[in-house]
């Protein structure tokens, strides 16, 4: 029998005619979505009364990519993570100096050998079709994530555990075949609600990879490919309604176009690009209605080599191209100073990063000797190097979209020419690039970019097993020493040990040169200064984005 959640009396909503921003006319893109509400008045309250929250307006984001999987535990994008973000929980999260807390979870327990996680759940939870979340549901996610027909990007996070036992609908535990350091964190998986995904054969080609339900703060209301999405505050959240009605994505693939939205409130926020943020936003129109914010990113850029390549796949190919590269010529030139350089996977300056690591400081003479040793030679003197008549050719690929990687990737090719390297740049719409190329490793050099987690765990992007169809490690990567060492530090809880054990495993991927690491870019967003609330903090600005608001005098669209 199903146990249906009652709805709050007085919460229907009614077609009330276009939404108009301002002056401008209708819409279109909020237009078509906002058929079903009308906007409602603050309510009186009576003195010492809470006020009632009450979801008002709509912010729009942009980005250059769509999302390609909005179910979380398959999306391994930025877009669909962001998306999949705004839609479901998991038992914990991060907070905005980047401590693991409770999530859906209330508390939890670990036993004194690591083995066994339990967590208390709160019972305060509905997915968005009412129905109430159970220890059912964490369960049966888990084992899907588990499941091998799942084909799951991020399984090595999980592959520890031996079991999930369901207690009661309120408690459940994890068993462990063997303890796991960052456990605690990596629980925090979006959890798909078991009543709808049970009967699902195909994931990823379900209606659900398209039409997510979740537990958090916005449900999902549309999705138009290559256009926007749209998403609609959850009124019964069970920590508070968002304050603000709708999160709309725009999917802009220029940069430059993005910029000009924002100028004239076409969107609300966006990335900007160094450029962007130290000249294109100087304007007293610009700074009167947008707010600029710096800090360094948990990100880095770099040059990934297919190590399946017959050219790529010598390592001191890669070492002379990584140390032909002028990396403060490129961050001077392309980032504007806007970025720091770094030589590994972690975050410069924690305790897990190796300053003493194979760093591949510009020394082009070093880069030329490393190419002789490989055998290739300029032997017919064109400028460019072969090997048994083959010449030093390599074709960059990049996304489309990025400015920054375009221009990168233009700096790299002019570096490596010195070299006697020819190459040709191949920049692709995001959904071919990561679907004909980088999951089918259809490509030679690629310029992209990873998010560095707040674990040092590194088993997803470099552990040889990860370098499977769908996995992260599409470089194809494989060191035994590596794999060994990320294998102790998911076991290892002492602090000391951890740090000597990732700065070790930072040094052997230095050496190995299978990415160029560039540089950690300076995040750069910008937000429409009718925005409120926004509050920086070491996680960024957008861990509290339920507390946003926009004050009724600066509101642009009414439901």
Known sequence: MRTVRKKTPGKKFRFSGSVRYKNRGPLPILRVVALSFVFLSHPAVAVGEEPEII????????????????????????????ICNLVYNGLTKVDKDLNVVPDLAESWEISEDGLEIVFRLRKDVYWHD???????????????????????????????????????????????????????????MGIVPKHLFRDVEDLRRSVYARKPVGTGPYKFVEWKTGEYMVLEANEDYFLHTPRIKRYVYRIIPDQSV???????????????????FLYRSETPEFRERVKKYRYLSRSYTFVGYNLNDPILGDKRVRQALSYAINEKDLIDSVMLGQAEPISGPFIKGSAYYNPLARAYDHDILKAAMLLREAGWADVDGSGVLSKDGRPLHIVIATNQGSQVREDVATVIQSH????????????????????????????????????????????????????VTGGLNFVSFSNEEVDALIERGRREFCPEERKEIYQKAHALIAEEAPYTFLFSPYSLPA???????????????????????????EIRYRF
């Open 130 to 188: 009412g129905e109430p979340f159970t220890a059912d549901d964490v369960k049966f996610t888990y084992d899907l994530i588990l499941d091998p027909v799942t084909a799951c990007p991020y399984v090595s996070s999980y592959s520890q555990i031996k079991t999930v036992e369901v207690v009661d609908q309120s408690t459940v535990r994890f068993v462990y075949s063997e303890p796991y350091a960052p456990a605690i964190l990596k629980l925090g």
């Open 527 to 553: 937000v429409s200064r009718r925005v409120k609330g926004i509050v920086p903090a070491p996680a960024g600005i957008g861990y509290n984005l339920i507390e946003w608001y926009v004050p009724e005098e």
């Open 258 to 276: 993005q910029f000009l939205e924002l100028v004239t409130g076409g969107i609300d926020s966006m990335e900007l690009n160094p450029y962007q």
């Open 55 to 82: 979801p008002r307006d709509a912010y729009v984001s942009a980005g250059i990519g769509d999302a390609r999987v909005l179910i979380p535990f398959l999306a391994d994008d930025v877009t669909s993570s962001s």
């Open 416 to 467: 490596w020419a010195k070299l006697g390297v020819s190459s040709e740049i191949q920049v692709i719409a995001w959904s071919a690039f990561l679907n004909q190329f980088i999951d089918k490793r259809n490509f030679q050099a690629v310029i992209l970019g990873w998010t560095i987690p707040t674990d040092p765990d590194i088993f997803a992007v470099w552990h040889s097993s990860s370098a």
